[in-house]
T-cell receptor, first 109, second 117 residues
Framework: RKEVEQDPGPFNVPEGATVAFNCTYSNSASQSFFWYRQDCRKEPKLLMSVYSSGNEDGRFTAQLNRASQYISLLIRDSKLSDSATYLCVVRGNTDKLIFGTGTRLQVFP | GAVVSQHPSRVICKSGTSVKIECRSLDFQATTMFWYRQFPKQSLMLMATSNEGSKATYEQGVEKDKFLINHASLTLSTLTVTSAHPEDSSFYIC?????????????FGPGTRLTVT
């Protein structure tokens, strides 16, 4: 079983739609959780950290369920510029970041 | 945010040659640098972790004699792919951490696309 699992997609949604991505992780000792965004042939960029209480940053909302070892990302009012691959990332009790394979989002006009 | 650069951004080399990739933190001192590799449609896989002035720690399955890492200063780490083969063709990305920032924050370089012919 992979340490971090994501649905690869692609998710094809129209502009203005709301879309949600899910992620599960296998290590219950994981301590930090993040969503990164990666554009084609570019490096990943931190989108937001994920906190137990859930957190929101503009159109983006992240949730963490430690009991189910599940992380989610909700994007409201999708823009064309949101088209990218969204990486679920988990850090255990070491320095290492464990990346999921990513979920590809394509927003169309 | 912090700036990390990589050089070169793209390199094509012949099988059997060696390639050096540089990773620099431009506006902070990176106590730790990480090297990742990403094959098409796959996730980033950590290859090794390097701390300034000490030997790199390699992940299981990564050959330390093939992927030489040097972290000689707080702003520079290098990855040398020795005797490259076509299966080493990949996207190599470094990240850096330090400068008093939160311990989870890693800043990624723009990546180096290596093609071995």
């Amino acid at each position: 079983r992979k340490e971090v699992e994501q649905d690869p997609g692609p998710f094809n949604v129209p502009e203005g739609a709301t879309v949600a991505f899910n992620c599960t992780y296998s290590n219950s000792a994981s301590q930090s959780f993040f969503w990164y965004r990666q554009d084609c042939r570019k490096e990943p960029k931190l989108l937001m950290s994920v906190y137990s209480s859930g957190n929101e940053d503009g159109r983006f909302t992240a949730q963490l369920n430690r009991a189910s070892q599940y992380i989610s990302l909700l994007i409201r009012d999708s823009k064309l510029s949101d088209s990218a691959t969204y990486l679920c990332v988990v850090r255990g009790n070491t320095d290492k970041l464990i990346f999921g394979t990513g979920t590809r989002l394509q927003v169309f006009p | 945010g912090a700036v990390v650069s990589q050089h070169p951004s793209r390199v094509i080399c012949k099988s059997g040659t060696s390639v050096k990739i540089e990773c620099r933190s431009l506006d902070f001192q990176a106590t730790t640098m990480f090297w990742y590799r990403q094959f098409p449609k796959q996730s980033l896989m950590l290859m090794a972790t390097s701390n300034e002035g000490s030997k790199a720690t390699y992940e299981q399955g990564v050959e330390k004699d093939k992927f030489l890492i040097n972290h000689a200063s707080l702003t520079l780490s290098t990855l040398t792919v020795t005797s490259a083969h076509p299966e080493d063709s990949s996207f190599y990305i470094c990240s850096a951490r330090g400068g008093g920032r939160a311990d989870f924050e890693q800043y990624f370089g723009p990546g180096t696309r290596l093609t071995v012919t």
